[in-house]
């Protein structure tokens, strides 16, 4: 598959001239979900689900479908039906031609005082996971991993200790448009230099939005 890194927390995928489109935010390009054939949303915070963005997507393509946990579906199954599908922990699926698995129930604690609300995690031709705003781990070796490298819900050295735990071959950054240019070989002194493994010994490598890599 051919992976696409897109603004903040959203990636695009595409195999046999299909698309597959992870989490279009706000912080995201509009263009990154143009031509999707599959929409996946992890939860409901803007930087992963912009409603206006999913809406003109469908509207554009009668053929675009999405699927996603019951918070996002409900304000979006009534105008399009059959075509936005609620999806949980465990569920399996496939969309533009990949065969999807869902990990993971709530998004990772952001303070104790706000409510945690629900989030699931998509593991892709059972190769590479997109966590959304978790540190879950699937109940199967993941070859690529997605890590979220900075959130107000996280500090490194728990997503050092995340990547040891998934035990990846290979990471990359999402979650980072909140980082400055200067953030970025900070924090590579422990996830790991371009392409090189870190203190979690996988190799790791930050896409800049809009390149590309063949996995």
Same mark, same amino acid.
């Given at each position: 598959?051919?992976?696409?890194?897109?603004?903040?927390?959203?990636? !695009?995928?595409?195999?046999?001239?299909?698309?597959? #489109?992870?989490?279009?935010?706000?912080?995201? %390009?509009? %263009?990154? #979900? *143009?031509?999707?054939?599959?929409?996946?949303?992890?939860?409901?915070?803007?930087?992963?689900?912009?409603?206006?963005?999913?809406?003109?997507?469908?509207?554009?393509?009668?053929?675009?479908?999405?699927? =996603?946990?019951?918070?996002?579906?409900?304000?979006?199954?009534?105008?399009?039906? /059959?075509?936005?599908?609620?999806? /949980?922990? /465990?569920? =399996?699926? $496939?969309? *533009?031609?990949?065969?999807?698995?869902?990990?993971?129930?709530?998004?990772?604690?952001?303070?104790?005082?706000?409510?945690?609300? $629900?989030?699931?995690?998509?593991? #892709?031709?059972?190769?590479?996971?997109?966590?959304?705003?978790?540190? $879950?781990?699937?109940? @199967?070796?993941?070859? =690529?991993?997605?890590?979220?490298?900075?959130?107000?819900?996280?500090?490194?050295? %728990?997503?050092?200790?995340?990547? !040891?735990?998934? /035990?990846?071959? !290979?990471?990359?950054?999402?979650?980072?448009?909140?980082?400055?240019?200067?953030?970025?070989?900070?924090?590579?002194?422990?996830?790991? +230099? @371009?392409?090189? +493994?870190?203190?979690?010994?996988?190799?790791?490598?930050?896409? $800049?939005?809009?390149?590309? #890599?063949?996995?």
């Amino acid at each position: 598959m051919k992976l696409t890194k897109k603004g903040h927390a959203c990636v !695009r995928l595409e195999k046999d001239g299909q698309v597959l #489109v992870i989490d279009p935010g706000a912080f995201t %390009e509009p %263009e990154a #979900v *143009a031509g999707a054939d599959a929409l996946l949303v992890t939860h409901e915070h803007f930087d992963h689900f912009d409603e206006g963005r999913l809406r003109a997507a469908l509207e554009a393509d009668p053929r675009t479908a999405v699927w =996603t946990l019951r918070s996002v579906a409900e304000q979006l199954s009534a105008a399009f039906p /059959g075509r936005v599908h609620t999806v /949980g922990d /465990g569920d =399996t699926f $496939t969309a *533009a031609g990949f065969d999807i698995q869902v990990h993971g129930e709530l998004h990772a604690v952001i303070h104790p005082d706000i409510p945690q609300i $629900t989030n699931i995690g998509f593991l #892709v031709d059972g190769a590479l996971f997109h966590p959304g705003d978790a540190l $879950t781990v699937p109940e @199967q070796p993941v070859e =690529t991993l997605l890590i979220p490298v900075h959130a107000p819900w996280n500090k490194l050295s %728990e997503v050092v200790d995340y990547v !040891r735990e998934v /035990g990846p071959r !290979r990471t990359y950054d999402i979650h980072d448009a909140l980082l400055s240019d200067l953030a970025h070989p900070v924090y590579g002194r422990m996830l790991g +230099p @371009q392409g090189l +493994p870190g203190l979690g010994g996988a190799e790791h490598t930050r896409l $800049t939005p809009g390149e590309s #890599v063949s996995l």
